[in-house]
């Protein structure tokens, strides 16, 4: 009887220790003290580790919304949930969120990364395809009228037999891609309607030619190739909304045409931009950007572009770990002066570009040295000197808090003729022993070696006095209490911004695009 009546005590404590998880518009509100009974609640759910004043997180919202709303209707068990990161912050370091939104999909409990686009259908494709069936079974007509027109992008395949080498081969390709959805079909008369005589895969698409038909080894990685190379639009323009199917895609090439859709020339430079793109589809990706919408603008400072330099185009390399960029070499646009520098890329024959600025007249004037690409290696890879060097953005208001600290270290060296304090704008230069994943990044290159050493200590001017002193041997610790310009972030996370699009006064780390 007592042990009866202690679990009792024990089972009603538990449930009023529970906290409510309430929800906003169909989200569910979660914090450190009902995280954890909301993953053994829930088997599936998707949770967005926010920031309250971060930009993309507030776009985020009402498509986020609207994706739980669909789930809702739908009566699917799968919940989307969210966490105020700056608040739960336990949650933010145990789940190792390093920007905003951070999206990560919990299956019994178990994270992943979420890897879908930010569109509410998007959202609830994604979704639906982790928790369902790699390909679903449609069983009549209408099932496939209604999978296909439901979707900016659909793939049917026809297989007479469902557990032919072929079907199997289908459905694996299927389990590989998370953001188009698969469907099955084993009737002949069905097929038949879709002019498939036996077995057959369609990709239907709402853009371009409409569909486009399988014609491969049926091969798992056959059928994914031709999957990714049909389900993105021929040409793409850069916005909001396509920036993650541009960057989140298995197309790690892309030709970025920078022009004003203002301009008298728009159509037929981009009427050669199509013409070109059908040559090197499932090759290369081929984007257009508008440059004059304001949000574009990074994108353009990261290559080195003002107005007055377009329309020109680029090549990056997302594959190479510094993102190669490649400069065509003509200025009159026509269709095969462009075919000719995608083709030359693909043929290996061209060198990347590095950008630099012409080397300042004062640039040695005052106590902290300006470097360019021109003059960098023979300042900062003297080996007779010691030198430290910040690789900053104008915009970057980490880098403005640091500027008066970095004046201040250098006008301390600026009579010792072993040391050199310099910066270097890397919006306009661009080095290829350096690679800059965030700003500002500082170098030390130490005299009588050709070792490059990352400074990752405190930014106060006694930890950066201290590193110089000890010949970049000590790497002081960063202080306890936050350095000032860590303090007030009003810029959006590495998760959702690169450096084309980093709000002012954020570290911000590139991402695996721009």
């Not at 020109?312 to 070499?329: G, H, L, S, W, Y």
């Not at 012409?358 to 007779?384: C, Q, R, T």
């Not at 810029?491 to 954020?506: I, L, N, P, R």
Request: glycine share 8%; with cysteine; hydrophobic share 40%.
């Amino acid at each position: 009887m007592k042990v009866y009546v202690l679990l009792m005590i024990a089972l009603v404590g538990s449930v009023f220790c529970e906290e409510e998880i309430i929800e906003e518009e169909n989200v569910l509100v979660l914090t450190k003290d009902n995280f954890d009974d909301a993953l053994a609640k829930h088997n599936h759910i998707l949770v967005e580790f926010y920031a309250p004043w971060c930009g993309h997180c507030k776009a985020l919202a009402p498509e986020y919304a609207g994706a739980a709303g669909t789930l809702k209707e739908r009566g699917s068990d799968i919940k989307l949930g969210k966490v105020d990161a700056t608040v739960h912050t336990e949650l933010a370091t145990k789940f190792q969120v390093q920007g905003y939104p951070t999206i990560k999909f919990f299956k019994g409990g178990k994270p992943i990364e979420y890897g879908g686009g930010r569109q509410s259908a998007d959202i609830v494709s994604w979704l639906e395809k982790k928790t369902g069936p790699p390909a679903k079974s449609l069983e009549s007509s209408e099932d496939v009228k209604k999978f296909i027109d439901d979707k900016e992008v659909a793939v049917v395949g026809f297989f007479a037999d469902l557990e032919s080498a072929k079907a199997k081969a289908y459905t694996g390709a299927a389990d590989s891609i998370d953001d188009v959805e698969f469907g099955i079909v084993s009737s002949a008369d069905i097929a038949k309607e879709y002019n498939v005589d036996g077995n057959g895969i369609i990709l239907f698409k709402k853009f371009d030619e409409g569909r486009a038909v399988f014609s491969g080894e049926y091969e798992s990685d056959a059928i994914a190739s031709f999957v990714n190379a049909n389900k993105m639009p021929l040409v793409m323009e850069f916005t909001d909304e396509s920036a993650p199917k541009i960057f989140g895609g298995d197309i790690k090439v892309h030709i970025l045409l920078f022009i004003k859709k203002s301009a008298d020339t728009f159509n037929d430079i981009l009427g050669y931009f199509n013409d070109v793109a059908k040559d090197f589809k499932g090759k290369m990706l081929f984007v257009y950007i508008d440059v004059d919408v304001e949000d574009n603008s990074r994108v353009s400072e990261f290559f080195g572009l003002t107005k007055d330099d377009v329309p020109t185009v680029r090549i990056i390399n997302m594959t190479e770990q510094d993102m190669a960029k490649f400069k065509p070499d003509f200025e009159t646009f026509s269709a095969d002066a462009l075919r000719k520098f995608a083709q030359d890329f693909v043929d290996g024959s061209l060198k990347p570009h590095r950008m630099s600025e012409d080397i300042p007249d004062d640039w040695d004037k005052e106590p902290v040295k300006v470097l360019v690409g021109k003059n960098f290696h023979e300042i900062a890879l003297d080996k007779s000197k010691n030198v430290f060097v910040e690789f900053y953005a104008p915009w970057c208001g980490h880098c403005k808090q640091l500027a008066p600290i970095w004046d201040k270290l250098a006008e301390k060296y600026k009579d010792d003729e072993s040391i050199v304090i310099a910066k270097m704008d890397s919006t306009k230069n661009e080095i290829e022993e350096v690679r800059v994943d965030s700003f500002p990044t500082l170098k030390w290159f130490p005299k009588d070696s050709d070792e490059i050493v990352d400074y990752t200590g405190g930014r106060t001017l006694d930890d950066l006095t201290k590193f110089v002193e000890s010949g970049g041997k000590d790497m002081p610790a960063e202080s306890e209490e936050p350095a000032p310009e860590e303090e007030e972030g009003e810029g959006e996370g590495v998760e959702e911004t690169d450096e084309a699009d980093a709000e002012d006064g954020e570290e911000v780390k590139p991402k695996e695009e721009l």
